[in-house]
């Protein structure tokens, strides 16, 4: 009977969490948060609670997915927190500067999402933020639900990937004053689905065209997701692009993270 009531147990808290509509999004920079947060009522009819990282509930169980947006230090007690919350089988969604410089010094944050920021030349491979730039955001993942879902996208940019020769035309929308960056190492991971590209010019007037702005992988009984773009608050007010973020949210995983992603 005791065993019995355990699984059920279980099977309870596993429901609550799917059909939840609270989010959480934890923050340093509120305003575009609040954007964002209006955009999921909006979209999805989800509720969502802005916190900073000292005001984060002792359990983060019952949401159904847990936003992160923290440009400045990830301090280690939330750090630890994401992890647990994801691989006893929530649901993370890491935005823009959730991976950045300043996560380098945290002790599991980038071997949890399997990927370094190399230092060096960017010309070389190395890491670099670039600002004040017009970014160009890709679908790569055209039959995926999260770049498909009410999607309506408005242009298509002539795109070639790392170390190929072919060049293809994506669909796609553009993000006006943004910011990018470059050279995020994924470290090779089959479990890891690429959803989206970028292509920008940089400053100096050099084209640079990556596929690692938006993934998502499982990570324990959870899943874990990351979308690049988020520097402004203008980034939010695109109606494509706060839609892939909820599409993140509501996207229906695999049930095993042996499906076919």
Known sequence: MRKIFFVLLVVNMFYARVYSQEVLIVADEIPAMQVLANALKKNENLDAKIVTQSQMPASLTD?????????????????????????????????HHSISSKKRKNASWFTFLDLDLPPGDVEAGGYKFVGNIDLGVLNLAPRHFIMTNKMHYDT??????????????????????????????????????ILMGMKMRDKAGKEWMQSRSAWYMPSGKGWVFYSQPGHAVSDFENANYARIVTNMIVFTTPASAKDKL
């Not at 990830?74 to 927190?81: I, S």
């Not at 647990?84 to 890491?94: D, Q, S, V």
């Open 156 to 193: 298509s940019f002539a795109f070639t990937r790392e170390n190929k020769n072919k060049q293809v035309n994506r669909k796609g929308f553009m993000l006006k004053n943004t910011e990018a960056f470059l050279n995020h190492n994924l470290h090779v991971n089959p479990s890891r689905k």
């Open 63 to 95: 949401f159904r997915a847990v936003v992160v947006y923290i440009h400045q230090d990830l301090d280690p007690d939330p750090e630890k927190a994401f992890i647990e919350y994801t691989r006893n089988g929530g649901r993370l969604i890491c935005l």
